[in-house]
């Protein structure tokens, strides 16, 4: 199994990024997916799943309303679009499916 993030980068407040994880090595239509961040001096926390089969999403409260995620089976990749970002959005981002992690992508909020 294999996961790639990437599109982390720069970004001023309000504006917006979209992250992606490339996954590989297993059926990824069969397993749900999942974003998690980390920032500076703190814990690893939850963003968003989509579960699969069907779609359904599921978010954080802190990125609810602003962050979507999304998949596209065909190229087993799943997506995160983040808009309205805050400086607190500023952490490493991770996806995870089952016991399998990313190496995580960079984004920081700033001016």
């Known amino acids: 199994v294999q996961l790639v993030e990437s599109g982390g980068g720069l970004v001023q407040p309000g504006g917006s990024l979209r992250l992606s994880c490339a996954a590989s090595?297993?059926?990824?239509?069969?397993?749900?997916m999942t974003w998690y961040r980390q920032a500076p001096g703190k814990e690893r926390e939850y963003v968003a799943t989509?579960?699969?089969?069907?779609?359904?999403?599921n978010y954080a409260d802190s990125v609810k309303g602003r962050f979507t995620i999304s998949r596209d089976n065909a190229k087993n990749t799943v997506y995160l679009q983040m808009n309205s970002l805050k400086p607190e959005d500023t952490a490493v981002y991770y996806c995870?499916?089952?016991?399998?992690w990313g190496q995580g992508t960079q984004v920081t909020v700033s001016s």
């Open positions: 989509i579960f699969s089969p069907g779609g359904i999403t």
């Open positions: 995870k499916t089952r016991r399998y």
């Open positions: 090595g297993f059926a990824f239509n069969s397993y749900d």
